[in-house]
């Protein structure tokens, strides 16, 4: 599917006017000290796997070949339709988008808030998948997991169904003029406190196998149709009754694999994190560095004003990771 212009863009425009910035981070931390030296790129631009690239191209890695999708095809308006509407028929009832925090601060559109970060080491990653194996599920479900945990524990008013965004990456399925535009969708996967790695993993599973990652590409396109004043009145409408708990930004492994990269710098490791706002107020970051898996979190003022307290949902994140004990159960 060739596409001439990143529809995608209109929104984050609009969110721009609103006074939220689209800017994602990528950095150089140093293993010693904890210090980053930040990049940031604009959504509006680029999606993560492409911002991650044009950074990283920046400092001398060919990034030749991005992560494509298996998919090869779009799927037509119809067929997602009646894929979805058997969807809805088999499930029964589906929640409203809406989460309870603990706390909701009173803030205006400004999404800066401190990121705090974190790696493990090329002896801890492969224990972590090796969990995840464990638990017969695939990688990232598992850090889906451990993650929604971390949040759940801290931050949830109680026990409650809500859902997270879970990005899809469409490289290979569409062309658009770059290879770093927004190829990115996804689809909202709906949680709870207590699921399970073998329960989210059948809830992403179920998304992908009715496409929602293509009706959500299909609807974000709808600007070519509306315009950006169309744009703006629907993502008004949108923002003030849809609430997630946050986005899910795995990024993948990285540097690709080719002959001429860098050689390791065995002091650094690249870390990242996403945007946040008041619908989705978790962000997050998600990458692989030379087999060296690297965490990102921040949280939106409106539900943490203590860095602290981000702090302690990234700490538990990683225990909830290497812990058999918090995992031995679901077995």
Same mark, same amino acid.
Request: hydrophobic residues 35%; proline residues 4%.
């Given at each position: 599917?060739?596409?001439?212009?990143?529809?995608?863009?209109?929104?984050?425009?609009?969110?721009?006017?609103?006074?939220?910035?689209?800017?994602?981070?990528?950095?150089?931390?140093?293993?010693?000290?904890?210090?980053?030296?930040?990049?940031?790129?604009?959504?509006?631009?680029?999606?993560?796997?492409?911002?991650?690239?044009?950074?990283?191209?920046?400092?001398?890695?060919?990034?030749?070949?991005?992560?494509?999708?298996?998919?090869?095809?779009?799927?037509?308006?119809?067929?997602?339709?009646?894929?979805?509407?058997?969807?809805?028929?088999?499930?029964?009832?589906?929640?409203?988008?809406?989460?309870?925090?603990?706390?909701?601060?009173?803030?205006?559109?400004?999404?800066?808030?401190?990121?705090?970060?974190?790696?493990?080491?090329?002896?801890?990653?492969?224990?972590?998948?090796?969990?995840?194996?464990?638990?017969?599920?695939?990688?990232?479900?598992?850090?889906?997991?451990?993650?929604?945990?971390?949040?759940?524990?801290?931050?949830?008013?109680?026990?409650?169904?809500?859902?997270?965004?879970?990005?899809?990456?469409?490289?290979?399925?569409?062309?658009?003029?770059?290879?770093?535009?927004?190829?990115?969708?996804?689809?909202?996967? !709906?949680?709870?406190?207590?699921? +399970?790695? @073998?329960? $989210?993993?059948?809830?992403?599973?179920?998304?992908?196998?009715? *496409?929602? /990652?293509?009706?959500?590409?299909?609807?974000?396109?709808?600007?070519?149709?509306?315009?950006?004043?169309?744009?703006?009145?629907?993502?008004?409408?949108?923002?003030?009754?849809?609430?997630?708990?946050?986005?899910?930004?795995?990024?993948?492994?990285?540097?690709?694999?080719?002959?001429?990269?860098?050689?390791?710098?065995?002091?650094?490791?690249?870390?990242?994190?996403?945007?946040?706002?008041?619908?989705?107020?978790?962000?997050?970051?998600?990458?692989?560095?030379?087999?060296?898996?690297?965490?990102?979190?921040?949280?939106?003022?409106?539900? !943490?004003?203590?860095?602290?307290? +981000?702090? @302690?949902? $990234?700490?538990?994140?990683?225990?909830?990771?290497?812990?058999? *004990?918090? /995992?031995?159960?679901?077995?």
């Amino acid at each position: 599917m060739k596409a001439s212009k990143d529809y995608i863009a209109m929104w984050f425009d609009v969110r721009k006017e609103l006074g939220i910035s689209d800017d994602m981070s990528i950095g150089q931390m140093k293993k010693s000290s904890g210090e980053i030296n930040w990049s940031n790129f604009a959504h509006s631009e680029m999606d993560g796997i492409g911002g991650v690239a044009t950074i990283l191209r920046e400092h001398g890695y060919p990034c030749r070949n991005l992560p494509k999708s298996g998919e090869k095809q779009v799927p037509g308006m119809w067929q997602l339709y009646k894929l979805n509407k058997k969807f809805k028929k088999d499930k029964g009832y589906i929640p409203s988008k809406s989460i309870r925090w603990k706390n909701n601060y009173p803030c205006d559109n400004n999404n800066t808030a401190p990121i705090v970060n974190s790696y493990f080491d090329k002896r801890t990653t492969p224990i972590i998948k090796r969990n995840a194996k464990k638990n017969k599920v695939a990688y990232s479900t598992f850090l889906m997991w451990a993650l929604n945990k971390a949040i759940a524990d801290n931050l949830l008013d109680g026990s409650q169904n809500y859902y997270w965004f879970y990005p899809v990456n469409l490289r290979g399925a569409i062309e658009l003029n770059s290879d770093t535009s927004n190829y990115s969708s996804g689809i909202n996967v !709906c949680l709870n406190n207590y699921i +399970t790695p @073998k329960e $989210l993993q059948q809830e992403i599973k179920a998304k992908i196998k009715i *496409k929602e /990652h293509w009706s959500t590409w299909k609807m974000a396109h709808i600007g070519k149709l509306i315009g950006k004043p169309g744009v703006r009145y629907i993502y008004k409408k949108i923002s003030n009754k849809n609430f997630y708990a946050g986005s899910f930004s795995f990024l993948g492994g990285w540097p690709l694999k080719e002959h001429n990269n860098p050689i390791e710098n065995e002091n650094e490791v690249w870390v990242s994190c996403g945007i946040g706002t008041k619908n989705y107020p978790v962000s997050t970051g998600i990458m692989e560095w030379h087999g060296q898996l690297t965490l990102g979190l921040k949280l939106h003022p409106m539900i !943490c004003q203590d860095v602290a307290l +981000t702090e @302690k949902c $990234l700490n538990d994140w990683k225990l909830n990771l290497t812990e058999d *004990k918090n /995992h031995n159960e679901f077995l």
